[in-house]
């Protein structure tokens, strides 16, 4: 029987509720599809940082780097502020892993109301790409008053940028700046990627999303690289859409949309209006993928105001859990969860809280476990 060790970070919140949900899901398909999953746990997150005022302990990285993926839960918690928790642990193992997809799927699933009514017989099936290392979310940047001088630093594992930034303003006038940066390599490497699953997926067309009229420097160079890559795709259709453009497009046609390319910032922003349009965060799920460890994770938060409730729903753990197995390479127990998750949707049973159903964290995934079969 094949075994995979399989890292885990419940998190705050409600993420060690939804977690383990997943965890027992993700233990039933391996039963039935003959493979096994060991469980490390780990203690990061809120608790951890406020005992040890630190995100990952030293040699933590080297240790989670000998698992074959990794289950998060949700991080973020009131008594942290903004910041040290998402930049310190999420961050960190993004850049430090090389994490650079961001998958984000968004299927609309019968039975759980839509804010945009769909035509009859069609159904949400996208997934946002989204470059996942570069853009504005290098972590780039600082703040001052009058005059000043802010040194700039930022290591990924195929580059290290370094320098700094003059500004001169009259004394007093506060300000802040970020820098925003992009690759060839990323941005060939995220294009290949999602030409790749949209041909995996027997579809022709992949939207592009960008802003090169307003940001030319950088999302002028995005298009160019993505443009020289598509030339190598000649059986599909490359449509670029600015991102405004698309905001007010999606909720008007929410449907047909498939794979979706975008640059970090844009990705963050569009891959959330998608799941609202698809039911809700409840139902959404996340893989940040690399070459090495790749981490997935719902994309809900940690929702401190309903933890230890019972009223989280589960089904993203779940659903980002298939993502996991998928990346495995256990793709028949994958779409099996997801089955599952669709059987479990459309039968009779009580749906969770967040579907507007009364069913708890636990009930609801072992409704789950019910519908998987081989």
Do not use: I
């Given at each position: 029987m094949k075994t995979y060790s399989i890292a885990t970070i419940p998190g705050d919140g409600i993420g060690p509720e939804v977690t383990r949900e997943a965890r027992k899901i993700l233990d039933a398909a391996?039963?039935?599809?003959?493979?096994?999953?060991?469980?490390?746990?780990?203690?990061?997150?809120?608790?951890?940082y406020l005992k040890h005022r630190v995100g990952l302990p030293g040699g933590s990285l080297d240790e989670l780097a000998g698992h074959d993926a990794l289950l998060l839960g949700a991080i973020g918690d009131p008594r942290v502020p903004p910041g040290p928790l998402e930049h310190e642990i999420l961050l960190t193992l993004r850049f430090h892993f090389d994490q650079y997809i961001n998958l984000r799927p968004a299927l609309s699933f019968p039975g759980v109301p839509l804010p945009v009514p769909l035509p009859d017989g069609q159904a949400i099936d996208a997934v946002i790409v989204r470059e996942n290392t570069e853009d504005m979310y290098m972590g780039v940047g600082g703040s001052g008053r009058g005059s000043y001088h802010q040194d700039i630093a930022a290591s990924r594992g195929?580059?290290?940028?370094?320098?700094?930034?003059?500004?001169?303003?009259?004394?007093?006038?506060?300000?802040?700046?970020?820098?925003?940066?992009?690759?060839?390599?990323?941005?060939?490497?995220?294009?290949?990627?999602?030409?790749?699953?949209?041909?995996?997926?027997?579809?022709?067309?992949?939207?592009?999303?960008?802003?090169?009229?307003?940001?030319?420097?950088?999302?002028?160079?995005?298009g160019m690289v993505v443009r020289?890559?598509?030339?190598?795709?000649?059986?599909?259709?490359?449509?670029?859409?600015?991102?405004?453009?698309?905001?007010?497009?999606?909720?008007?046609?929410?449907?047909g949309w498939g794979v979706v390319l975008c640059p970090n910032l844009f990705g963050d922003i569009v891959s959330d209006l998608l799941s609202a349009l698809a039911g809700g965060l409840g139902l959404a799920a996340a893989g940040n993928i690399g070459d090495g460890l790749s981490m997935f994770e719902p994309v809900h938060g940690s929702a401190p105001d309903i933890a230890g409730t019972g009223k989280a729903t589960p089904l993203a753990a779940i659903l980002s859990g298939a993502l996991l197995l998928r990346h495995l390479g256990e793709g028949e127990a994958a779409a099996a969860v997801d089955k599952a998750v669709h059987s479990y949707l459309t039968s009779d049973l009580p749906k969770p809280v967040e579907q507007g159903g009364t069913a708890s964290t636990s009930e609801a995934g072992d409704a789950v476990r019910r519908y998987l079969v081989k």
């Open positions: 391996g039963d039935a599809f003959g493979f096994a999953l060991t469980w490390q746990e780990y203690p990061f997150g809120a608790e951890y195929r580059y290290t940028l370094t320098g700094g930034v003059d500004v001169t303003l009259p004394d007093g006038m506060e300000s802040a700046f970020t820098l925003g940066m992009m690759t060839r390599g990323g941005v060939e490497r995220v294009t290949k990627y999602a030409a790749e699953l949209t041909r995996s997926r027997g579809e022709k067309g992949v939207t592009v999303v960008s802003k090169a009229n307003a940001v030319p420097h950088l999302y002028g160079f995005w020289e890559v598509a030339a190598g795709y000649g059986d599909l259709e490359f449509t670029f859409v600015n991102v405004d453009a698309m905001c007010y497009l999606m909720p008007r046609r929410p449907t």
